[in-house]
């Protein structure tokens, strides 16, 4: 091992699956070694250059990455990822995982930490057998799974507080509304291909992947589509409140255009009155009578209500 790497850490495992801390050159006889390594690592680029392939190098230290699972040259180039459970982050920003996988060798590059790795390695280190780098694999893959699953459900149980709050208590409900929307949406952009990836990944031909390995890998694969899937519906009922949120922005805005079209029908005629009586030119009539703006007023008054009644009748009130 390159010490000028530093691992997160590292394993060497038997043919039996039992593992130690690595040391020397390579793995016992008929078991593999796992470097879990970090991306910001300054020395990772040079070693990987000089230790893999030169496609999966640049796959490993990819500032973007989506899930991807491809065979190369007799190993495995997998990119997934997983929801963001470290303290002060939001969960939607989703965290990648980088692996290249042979039937001796198991290298996973991270960013950010990663609870679903870290759960694998204190399985490993209270000595649980892990045969061969797809054990590995479909732990930490069905690790992520699970708290993917636990995140989208936290989710479809928001959206149903939301729908129950829709009709009875409406007022800051979009506030409430837009974050849910984005984080599905975030969630939604890496979860379908990572669907497609481990659906791959259950198939792919490569010969570290045991019956049981796949067996576990294709119960994982089913239950992130059912999380994909309980994602999109709880995306479109988002959508659905979100719609009836407009639909009830639009009555409310309609009904004042309404009551101000009517009260503008109302008040025109009057004000083109006020607007010629107030002129300032010669001839107006009762200029000089006491009464003029008695009589005027009453004339107006009627009127209002003639024209509140003819409203009335049209059915317009």
Request: glycine content about 8%; hydrophobic content about 50%; charged content about 25%.
């Amino acid at each position: 091992m390159n010490a000028a790497v530093t691992p997160v850490f590292a394993f060497d495992f038997n043919a039996e699956g039992l593992a130690r801390p690595s040391e020397g050159d390579g793995p016992p006889e008929g078991g593999f070694r796992w470097l879990h390594l970090d991306r910001h690592d300054a020395a990772l680029v040079d070693w990987l250059a000089n230790k893999v392939p030169p496609v999966v190098a640049h796959a490993l230290v990819q500032a973007e990455t989506r899930p991807r699972c491809d065979i190369h040259e007799g190993g495995l180039m997998l990119n997934l990822r997983g929801v963001n459970l470290n303290p002060g982050e939001d969960e939607e920003d989703m965290v990648s995982l980088r692996v290249w996988a042979r039937a001796d060798l198991l290298l996973t590059v991270r960013l950010r930490r990663l609870k679903a790795v870290a759960a694998v390695r204190e399985a490993v280190e209270a000595e649980q057998p892990f045969v061969g780098p797809g054990a590995v694999l479909a732990a930490v893959t069905a690790g992520l799974t699970d708290r993917i699953e636990a995140v989208s459900l936290a989710l479809e149980d928001e959206a149903d507080a939301l729908e129950e709050t829709m009709f009875d208590a409406p007022d800051g409900l979009g506030a409430r509304l837009a974050p849910l929307r984005q984080k599905a949406i975030k969630l939604g952009r890496y979860l379908r291909p990572q669907r497609e990836a481990l659906a791959r990944l259950c198939v792919a031909e490569v010969d570290f992947l045991s019956g049981p390995d796949r067996v576990h890998l294709r119960e994982t694969a089913n239950m992130l589509t059912r999380s994909v899937e309980e994602l999109e519906a709880t995306r479109d009922r988002l959508a659905a409140v979100q719609d009836h949120l407009d639909v009830q922005t639009g009555q409310k805005l309609g009904r004042n255009g309404y009551l101000l079209s009517v009260v503008a029908a109302v008040f025109l005629p009057l004000g083109f009155l006020t607007g010629l009586f107030g002129v300032n030119v010669g001839g107006m009539p009762g200029v000089g009578s006491a009464n003029a703006f008695a009589v005027l007023t009453a004339a107006m008054a009627v009127l209002g209500v003639v024209l509140v009644a003819v409203l009335r009748w049209m059915k317009w009130m």
